[in-house]
């Protein structure tokens, strides 16, 4: 039989195909209900799009291996086509679950945390996940150097677990904190601990697969939404396939859709700002008119009527000064607060202190602006001196943004939102309701 060269292999394919058309038919094949998950991808041959100057730059000096995704979309390298349909269709089932667990969305996620995650640590242990999810599958050939997640657990934590019972227990974004000992040295630069250091060794040479450059444009609500479509679609495939799925065991990666903070925060304040109807005394009441006094049930033409409240809504913003949270989610935050406030037509209170009131600045409806606003040096926290603030201020509802690490005793008329970065997200509020600011 005659050797075909990728070369002449590409320009006989049909009009409309891509590189990887030979595997996604092996994938129809074996797993029919696996298969719709990558006929919801778009497919790119990698002549078409390339990677970004920022993604080289961020993968290092690492060769692109034959696929790769943002996690909307596979993109093929010329370098797939000289490979077997086996191992084919291995690369693209991998590249698949990647897209399905939403690994690069997650990255982006894990970045606007404040958390400076290393793109190759992060994508090993992603890459471990997914390898040894599609371990049990005879029909494909894992990528060529591979790591599965016992031999990651084994080599950087010293940690002995059955392939089945690690899959169901670790998520990526546990694994790689656990993995991530890097640390900032005198000279502001990050160097590998032992953990991540072994993590590097097993990573080097084959590059990464994932392009979270693709994903950092979405929204956190679009990225929610795909959590949950893909966890949906996982699970209907799982359960058509049977033995021959993608995802044949539980796995503990199963990406969970969250509502984003900042959609969180709309809704509680837009419903304490909302103006409510109140009773009105005014002679006669408008129904009285209404019926000229020809219904049984009017006595009096003074009966009490609704009317809209004209009074302006206010918000108490709390801001603790012990200095726990990070620029960018500060002004993420701020940013949000100055949206809604205007949105509501409401003034807004800043209460900015520590173990007292250093701060009091009124804001008035249509005069709202936070940008560029630096809290005063604070030292230790107590948080009754400032609700009692709040309390004189008489808001419809106050947002404290703080860790929680000090004492409140005293607790204002108003409702209470406490806003906490997500490195304190288990710490409990005195009262009211903690919102997790991730």
């Not at 990698?46 to 920022?54: C, K, L, M, Y």
């Not at 590059?207 to 979270?212: E, V």
Request: net charge positive.
């Amino acid at each position: 039989m005659p050797v075909t060269s990728p070369a002449a292999r590409s320009a006989d394919r049909a009009p409309g195909a891509h590189r990887g058309s030979r595997a996604l038919g092996r994938l129809v094949e074996y797993a029919p209900h696996s298969s719709g998950l990558a006929l919801r991808i778009r497919h790119v041959d990698e002549a078409d799009v390339g990677p970004s100057t920022a993604a080289r730059a961020e993968i290092g000096p690492d060769a692109r291996p034959p696929v790769s995704t943002d996690g909307s979309a596979i993109f093929y390298a010329r370098a797939f086509e000289a490979l077997d349909p086996a191992a084919q269709a291995g690369w693209l089932a991998h590249a698949v679950l990647h897209v399905a667990l939403c690994h690069p969305q997650r990255f982006v996620a894990l970045r606007e945390a404040g958390a400076q995650p290393d793109l190759v640590l992060y994508g090993l242990c992603a890459d471990a996940i997914v390898n040894s999810a599609l371990a049990h599958l005879g029909w494909l050939r894992l990528p060529a150097g591979g790591v599965r997640l016992p031999q990651l657990l084994a080599d950087c934590l010293g940690e002995r677990a059955d392939e089945q019972a690690a899959l169901a227990a670790w998520d990526v974004e546990r694994l790689y904190r656990a993995i991530d000992d890097r640390r900032i040295e005198a000279d502001r630069v990050r160097r590998d601990g032992k953990r991540a250091a072994r993590a590097r060794a097993l990573a080097a040479g084959q590059g990464t697969d994932l392009r979270p450059e693709g994903a950092a444009a979405e929204t956190p609500e679009t990225r929610s939404a795909r959590a949950h479509e893909w966890t949906e679609r996982l699970r209907r495939a799982q359960a058509g396939d049977g033995l021959h799925a993608l995802v044949r065991s539980p796995l503990g990666d199963l990406p969970s859709p969250r509502t984003p903070w900042e959609q969180v925060l709309r809704t509680r304040l837009g419903r304490a700002l909302a103006a409510q109807p109140d009773l009105s005394w005014s002679r006669p009441s408008r129904r009285w008119l209404a019926l000229r006094g020809g219904s049984p049930g009017l006595r009096m033409p003074w009966e009490p009527g609704l009317a809209a409240v004209r009074r302006v809504p206010r918000l108490a913003l709390v801001l603790d000064c012990s200095g726990s949270v990070d620029e960018a989610l500060y002004a993420r935050f701020l940013a949000e607060i100055v949206a809604i406030a205007r949105r509501a037509q409401a003034g807004v209170v800043v209460i900015a202190g520590d173990d007292a009131v250093r701060e009091v600045v009124r804001l008035e409806p249509g005069r709202i602006t936070l940008a560029g606003w630096r809290l005063p040096a604070g030292g230790g926290t107590d948080f009754a001196p400032l609700l009692r603030e709040v309390d004189r201020q008489a808001p419809d509802i106050a947002v404290v943004l703080t860790d929680l690490q000090g004492p409140a005793a005293f607790r204002p008329r108003c409702p209470v939102i406490w806003a906490v970065p997500s490195a304190w997200a288990h710490a409990q509020p005195p009262f009211g309701r903690r919102l997790v600011l991730d």
